[in-house]
């Protein structure tokens, strides 16, 4: 099944990240919405993950969707310097990856698993590149905030190229995690709030179903 996965992202190359700011329906946002989004603290008993895994629209739709989860936030991680913009990460020399910072509650959803669906609901096996979108800040990246997520990353990594889940062993990097730096606030919640984006249509939408049948149990109901 997930071979069929990478092969379905290969075949949309046609509709590239580069496109998502292309044409009338992705136009540039009016100037007041490039400030960037607020990071949220976590509650009482939440936990933070940090993930990169391409393109962060149809990411942050994947893990907002999971029981447990209180929000998710779309940035970038893993670079060097502070509070980039999302034009400054395209162009490169950053460092950064877009990436997205999960509040969860660990007694509902634990590591392990937001681990598990963070390596099916993207190709981790190829480098700098996550289906039509190539490049550095498209990279997979694990950050871990304790020598214990260290070891499960690692562990989860083993199980999946053990498994033979993909037909390439795993390139996905695993890092300490630094700083998280939230992107502008056009970009969270793009999965909901522009359905009809070429984009969504043919590249997100088609990763977030594939998720969706390989963890059903994992889902939310609507509403809550």
Not at 40 to 52: I, L, S
Not at 59 to 65: G, L, Q, R, T, W
Not at 180 to 197: C, L, S, T
Not at 203 to 221: G, M, Q
């Amino acid at each position: 099944m997930k071979q069929l996965f990478v092969l379905l992202l290969a075949a949309l190359g046609a509709v590239s990240c580069e496109a998502r700011s292309g044409g009338p329906e992705a136009a540039a946002p009016p100037q007041e919405d490039h400030r960037f989004a607020e990071l949220p603290k976590p509650q009482p008993g939440e936990a933070v993950a940090t993930f990169a895994s391409g393109c962060y629209w149809c990411a942050e739709h994947v893990f907002e969707s999971l029981k447990g989860v209180r929000t998710v936030i779309s940035g970038h991680a893993g670079g060097t310097v502070p509070n980039p913009t999302y034009e400054q990460v395209g162009r490169g020399g950053t460092g950064h990856a877009e990436a997205i910072q999960v509040y969860y509650d660990p007694k509902v959803v634990s590591f392990p698993t937001l681990l598990k669906v963070f390596f099916v609901q993207h190709d981790p096996t190829t480098l700098n590149r996550q289906g039509p979108d190539a490049g550095e800040e498209y990279r997979s990246i694990a950050f871990y905030r304790s020598p214990q997520e260290k070891q499960q990353i690692e562990a989860e990594i083993q199980r999946v190229n053990a498994a033979k889940l993909y037909p390439s062993p795993i390139v996905t990097q695993v890092v300490p995690f630094k700083a998280f730096y939230p992107a502008e606030r056009y970009h969270q919640d793009y999965f909901v709030n522009h359905p009809d984006n070429p984009y969504i249509r043919n590249v997100s939408t088609p990763r977030y179903n594939h998720f969706a049948k390989a963890f059903p149990e994992l889902i939310r109901k609507s509403g809550t």
